[in-house]
């Protein structure tokens, strides 16, 4: 058989093709579940004392509480999705004044994770841009997030789609 010089580009191709962003449906539960673990256990690594604990049931609790924020108003869960799966996602919400932040209303995220495997392919700030894209339409007139003080990659990925640093969380144990 005569060889498809573009045959296997393509294929390789299919891993980097842009992801289609869309907002979440129930039928995400499983797939915002096993990312969600993803985060809980990454950030647990960072610092077992402060951060929550990966538990047998963390992905479906996870998928529970992220569906559950899929029909509130204010709140905004986005998938990527990439030959029909679910590669990562972004959740975040609109809040009001928040006197203990200092601050105004303003778009807040609180996850954003890519599947391992799709990772520095763009997808992370796809999910961003999308995000950014539904919280102007929204009026948020900037948005805010938190971010682990150990995850360098994160934040490498926040500083290049354009936040600057402006608070850091310190925590002490007790007793
Ligand atoms: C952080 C995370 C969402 C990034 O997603 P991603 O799809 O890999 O990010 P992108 O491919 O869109 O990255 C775009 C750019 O951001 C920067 N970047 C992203 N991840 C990086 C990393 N691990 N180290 C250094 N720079 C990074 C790079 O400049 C990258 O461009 P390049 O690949 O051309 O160098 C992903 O690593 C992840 O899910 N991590 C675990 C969960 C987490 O920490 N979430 C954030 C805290 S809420």
Same mark, same amino acid.
């Given at each position: !058989?005569?060889?498809?010089?573009?045959?296997?580009?393509?294929? $390789?191709?299919? !891993?980097?093709?842009?992801?289609?962003? =869309?907002?979440?449906?129930?039928?995400?539960? +499983?797939?915002?579940?096993?990312?969600?673990?993803?985060?809980?256990? +990454?950030?647990?690594?960072?610092?077992?004392?402060?951060?929550?604990?990966?538990?047998?049931?963390?992905?479906?609790?996870?998928?529970? @509480?992220?569906?559950? *924020?899929?029909?509130?108003?204010? *709140?905004?869960?986005?998938?990527?999705?990439? $030959?029909?799966?679910?590669?990562?996602?972004?959740?975040?919400? /609109?809040?009001?004044?928040?006197? !203990?932040?200092?601050?105004?209303?303003?778009?807040?995220?609180?996850?954003?994770?890519?599947?391992?495997?799709?990772?520095?392919?763009?997808?992370?700030?796809?999910?961003?841009?999308?995000? @950014?894209?539904? @919280?102007? *339409?929204?009026?948020?007139? =900037?948005?805010?997030?938190?971010?682990?003080? *150990? $995850?360098?990659?994160?934040?490498?990925? @926040?500083?290049?789609?354009?936040?600057?640093?402006? !608070?850091? +969380? /310190?925590?002490?144990?007790?007793?």
């Amino acid at each position: !058989m005569r060889h498809c010089a573009w045959a296997e580009p393509l294929q $390789n191709g299919l !891993m980097t093709l842009p992801p289609i962003i =869309r907002p979440a449906v129930a039928d995400d539960e +499983e797939a915002l579940g096993r990312l969600g673990a993803l985060l809980v256990v +990454e950030h647990y690594d960072f610092d077992p004392e402060r951060f929550l604990a990966p538990r047998p049931d963390t992905p479906q609790a996870y998928g529970r @509480f992220l569906t559950s *924020k899929i029909d509130q108003q204010e *709140k905004l869960v986005l998938v990527a999705q990439r $030959n029909g799966a679910v590669v990562g996602y972004v959740f975040g919400g /609109m809040e009001g004044f928040d006197y !203990m932040a200092l601050r105004g209303p303003a778009a807040v995220l609180y996850d954003l994770v890519v599947d391992a495997a799709h990772r520095r392919q763009g997808v992370g700030a796809a999910l961003l841009d999308a995000a @950014f894209g539904e @919280f102007t *339409k929204r009026g948020a007139p =900037r948005v805010l997030l938190f971010t682990a003080y *150990k $995850n360098d990659g994160a934040q490498s990925l @926040f500083e290049r789609v354009g936040f600057r640093r402006t !608070m850091i +969380e /310190m925590t002490r144990e007790l007793g």
